[in-house]
Each structure stands twice: as structure tokens, then as C-alpha cells.
């Protein structure tokens, strides 16, 4: 699977939106990029996923590049309780159960 | 709540003990998993069960034993670990293991510290 790399903190204030980037530039064509967080404690949880075509769920919105080579995770309306450490991972689809965690990238949101 | 439960969430045990972390899953699904969460490392895959059978052992030492009896239930017997085998213990269940993505919902973990 290819390797992502994300910036290892970053702050973000209440209310406003938290773009989070990730790079992936070996990513093949038939790999996607998927996004997790894990909140103090907890485990994972997923966020979204896609493959070249910008997705939204109500948690999130994934932005990836024409060229696929880094994407961005976008909370549109942070709040504390986004606080977490958010993992950008790339996998094949059909290699489902392997979700290589890297270090994350980990997220403070600040009243 | 994620339909994944994980009991006990916390256990201390000595090197000589024998214990054993179980994992269930409310959510129909197929698949479920093991993972290591180490202080300050990211999560490591250690097991995986697709339909009661074991597809994935990623070289973890035989102190560490998994049993899926079915596929809501997983177990990870311990035995004569080590203390550098402390650590955050996940399960996570998906609806299968491979062919069509199905994203994975991890359970709250069992915080382990081996003295």
C-alpha cells in the first residue's frame, strides 16, 4: 500500500473549519484513500473514504487532487470534541482488513 | 457506541498470569480483527478472523493466543507475556474481510499493563 504523509499536529478554533492535509504521491490508481480518527482513549472510528471523486458524508468532506497525489480532510464546523488524532491511510480496495495506521496527524481544537 | 464491546477495558496481570481479553460484535458482521496500540506507536494488525477462520497473522509471538468461536465473538488468551507487552488492545469487526470494502468499527479497547 502506498505511504501517506500528514503533518503531526495542528490546531484548529471552534466554529471554523479544519482542513487537514495528507500527501500519498505513490498512490496506484486502484488504491483509495480512507480517513479515521481516534479520540483520547477510544478506538478509530472512520470517517470517509474515496477514490478520486470528491466525497461529503455528515462528518466530513474529502477533497483529493486531479492528480491524486495528496487529499484533504475538511471538518467544516470543528468543535471540542473533534479533538483526536486523524489517520490518512491508502489501501486497495480489495485488500480490505489492511488498514496500515501511521502516526496521524493530531488535531487541538481551541475554544 | 459503536456495536463493539470490549471487556474488561482495564486489566493489570503479572508475567505469570494467564488472562483473557473478549471482543463482541452486535453488528452482523463477518470479519473481526486484533490490534496493538503501544505508547507513542501507531496501531499494529495482529489478527485476522473472516468467518470464524484465522486469515491474517501478522508474526505475533505465541503468548499472544486469538480464539473466533463465531463470528460475534473473539478472544485473545494471554500467557507469560512480558511487561513490554503493555498496551492498548483494539478489536474491530467489519462486515467481511476482503472483496468489498466494508470500513472497520473498532470496540473502546482494553488498556493492559503487564507488571
Keep these: 500500500d502506498a505511504k501517506t504523509t500528514q503533518p503531526p499536529s495542528m490546531d ?3 466554529g471554523r473549519a479544519a482542513n487537514l492535509p495528507c500527501n500519498h504521491s505513490t498512490i496506484s490508481g486502484n ?3 480512507y480517513w479515521y480518527r481516534q479520540i483520547h482513549s477510544q478506538g478509530p472510528q472512520y470517517i470517509i473514504h474515496g477514490l478520486k471523486n470528491n466525497e461529503t458524508n455528515e462528518m466530513a468532506s474529502l477533497i483529493i487532487t486531479e492528480d491524486r497525489k495528496s487529499s484533504t480532510l475538511i ?3 470543528a468543535t471540542l470534541r473533534d479533538t483526536a488524532v486523524y489517520y490518512c491511510i491508502v489501501r486497495l480496495r480489495s485488500n480490505d482488513y489492511k488498514l496500515s495506521f501511521g502516526a496521524g496527524t493530531t488535531v487541538t481544537v481551541r475554544a | 457506541e459503536t456495536g463493539v464491546t470490549q ?12 488472562k483473557s481479553l473478549k471482543c463482541e460484535q452486535h453488528l452482523g458482521h ?11 506507536k ?5 489478527f485476522v478472523y473472516n468467518f470464524k477462520e484465522q486469515t491474517e497473522n501478522n508474526s505475533v509471538p505465541s ?15 494471554l500467557h507469560t507475556l512480558q511487561p513490554e507487552d503493555s498496551a492498548l ?4 469487526s467489519s462486515q467481511d474481510g476482503g472483496g468489498t470494502y466494508n470500513e472497520q468499527f473498532f470496540g473502546p479497547g482494553t488498556r493492559l499493563t503487564v507488571l
Design chain 1, 12 to 14: 484548529c478554533a471552534e
Design chain 1, 31 to 33: 488504491e483509495y484513500v
Design chain 1, 75 to 77: 471538518l467544516p464546523h
Design chain 2, 7 to 18: 471487556t474488561p477495558r482495564h486489566l493489570v496481570m503479572g508475567m505469570t498470569n494467564k
Design chain 2, 30 to 40: 463477518n470479519a473481526m480483527y486484533w490490534y496493538k496500540q503501544s505508547a507513542k
Design chain 2, 42 to 46: 501507531p496501531l499494529e494488525l495482529m
Design chain 2, 63 to 77: 503468548r499472544f493466543s486469538p480464539e473466533c468461536p463465531n463470528s460475534s465473538h473473539l478472544f485473545l488468551h
Design chain 2, 89 to 92: 488492545y483494539l478489536c474491530a
